[in-house]
């Protein structure tokens, strides 16, 4: 009988119910035997409830990571400045909404496609020589001001080349931040018209 209520208890605990206690009905071996199966069972539910704790705190963790990265997608896709990211093999990640307007791409035919093998000559040429140029002098970061002809367009790109590290300041690629000085410069020249005009105007 004993045994026979042994198997059960087993087949309870089998069957997830870690919280069941078995009374000790003697002080011999069975005793022991219950004893020590209590205590198993204490443990499993005690290790159960560990891990459920851990797996809860991973969820918050991962939902927070989640939350990070959509809000940092948020204020790339709105900002008012190209952002585009390669990995370390030059691999694009990343192409916002400023980027894919002004270049006038799709990003969806871009991501996940090493540049090498997707922009046009003179413009994979710019984006190897920003690289190069980072390894070559071992600087973070480098800016440079560039014009761009895209589809009979000329642009005037102010570009700001950054090589990304991670926490042990190992290499985990780059982000190329460029802003459009394209209308400023035609306001410039047109103010600098506008007072040459005045002053001719004057004499």
Not at 78 to 101: H, M, P, Q, W, Y
Not at 146 to 155: E, P, Q, R, S, W
Not at 168 to 186: A, I, Q, S
């Amino acid at each position: 009988d004993p045994l026979g209520k042994l198997v059960l208890a087993t087949r309870r605990v089998a069957d997830g119910d870690l919280e069941f206690e078995m009374e000790r009905e003697s002080n011999d071996e069975l005793g022991l035997l219950v004893d020590s199966f209590n205590q198993m069972t204490l443990n499993l539910n005690s290790s159960n409830k560990k891990l459920a704790e851990a797996h809860t705190a991973l969820q918050n963790s991962s939902q927070e990571s989640e939350q990070r990265r959509r809000y940092t997608e948020i204020i790339l896709q709105n900002v008012s400045a190209g952002v585009i990211s390669l990995d370390d093999n030059g691999k694009i990640t990343t192409i916002n909404r400023f980027a894919e307007k002004l270049l006038n791409i799709d990003k969806s035919l871009f991501i996940g496609l090493n540049f090498r093998d997707v922009l046009p000559p003179y413009q994979t040429a710019i984006v190897a020589g920003f690289i190069e140029e980072l390894q070559v002098t071992g600087k973070i970061t480098i800016e440079q001001h560039i014009k761009l002809h895209v589809l009979g367009k000329n642009y005037s790109l102010l570009v700001n080349f950054t090589r990304l590290e991670d926490d042990k300041e190992d290499p985990v690629g780059f982000v190329l931040v460029f802003d459009n000085l394209t209308k400023l410069e035609k306001m410039q020249r047109m103010a600098a018209w506008r007072e040459v005009a005045r002053r001719i105007a004057h004499e």
